[in-house]
């Protein structure tokens, strides 16, 4: 249902998208408001003086710009006369990335690879993010090449066709957040029972109970030092995306009619303290905080 006032936007001016925002501007209500985009920004600066009244027309100056404040988007735009290689980053739902391939090959539009990543802000800046890519055979030597731009060669997995990259790193994360949650429970109660913390770590990382979040990104501040847990719980990778990320790891599960017992209550954990204002926007290791983790004695 169409809002009272709706903010609509309107991608390419051509031929048939001037006639079509045209009428749209028209017909909506005069409260609600227009953004138009161009790559011809002559055309956006005619369509605002033949139709625009009281600013309720404005130009955008990007595409995501028209995407960051639009209610409704339409796109009226030519189709590319080569083919592009679309590279999707991004964690989403694996039938929505389908959709999509099917949709970028089917049209004609070019070839469609999912180059999952993996490292955080962290890896992001330092240029070391691992990858997860889903592509044929033929295009991933090419992939590769424009993975390593931003990412360490060791790391870049060529995980199976299109879509093994995403399933892929839905798994990792998944795991990863069983043992950031197994992590902090086991640090909670060593601490609360008098164990001293770093040598409880020490242990466990010379034993059999090591994980990357014992050893790397412990859930505890200062077992860690450059990690986000000890940093305040800053950066990294924040409770909200891993959120997203679990809710979409156990969806793949049931879709796949696969047995679990700690994917629930895992998500259930991070459900509730995703809730808890003090924590939002802070690194999903905060999940130590809210099973009551206390800080260690610093000695």
């Known amino acids: 249902m169409i809002g009272a006032t709706t903010t609509y936007g309107f ?8 006639g079509m925002a045209k009428n749209i501007r028209q017909k909506i209500p005069a409260n609600n408001t227009l953004i138009i985009y161009d790559i011809n920004v002559e055309a956006m600066k005619q369509f605002i003086s033949d139709y625009g009244r009281e600013a309720n ?18 796109t009226s735009v030519l189709k590319p006369n080569r083919k592009i290689l679309f590279l999707e ?9 389908s959709e999509v391939a099917h949709r970028v090959t089917t049209g004609g539009y070019g070839d469609f690879v999912d180059a999952l990543c993996s490292g955080g802000a962290m890896g992001a800046e330092a240029g070391t993010l691992s990858f997860m890519i889903g592509s044929p055979d033929h295009l991933y030597p090419r992939v590769l090449e424009i993975c390593k731009l931003v990412g360490k060669e060791s ?18 994360n998944y795991l990863s957040s069983l043992t950031a949650l197994a992590t ?10 008098g164990l001293d913390a770093f040598k409880l770590n020490e242990v466990i990382n010379a034993s059999s109970g090591m994980s990357f979040n014992s050893k790397v990104n412990n859930p505890v501040p200062g077992l860690t030092p450059n990690a986000p847990p000890s940093k305040g719980y800053k950066g990294g990778f924040s409770i909200e995306l891993c959120l997203g990320v679990l809710e979409l790891g156990v969806k793949a599960a049931k879709d796949l009619g696969a047995k679990t017992v700690l994917g629930g209550p895992m998500l259930e954990a991070f459900t509730e303290a995703s809730t808890v204002d003090e924590y939002k926007g802070k690194d999903s290791k905060i999940i130590y905080k809210w099973l009551g983790g206390q800080d260690p004695v610093l000695s």
Do not use: Y
Request: glycine share 12%.
């Open 184 to 193: 902090a429970e086991v640090m909670n109660i060593g601490i609360r029972s």
């Open 89 to 97: 980053l991004s964690t989403i739902d694996a039938k929505v990335s």
């Open 11 to 18: 991608i390419g001016l051509g031929q048939m998208g001037h």
């Open 57 to 74: 027309i404005w130009a955008a100056s990007s595409p995501r710009e028209v995407a960051e404040h639009a209610d409704i988007i339409m």
């Open 155 to 172: 790391g870049i997995f060529h995980c199976g066709n299109l879509g093994a990259g995403l399933q892929t790193k839905l798994l990792n």
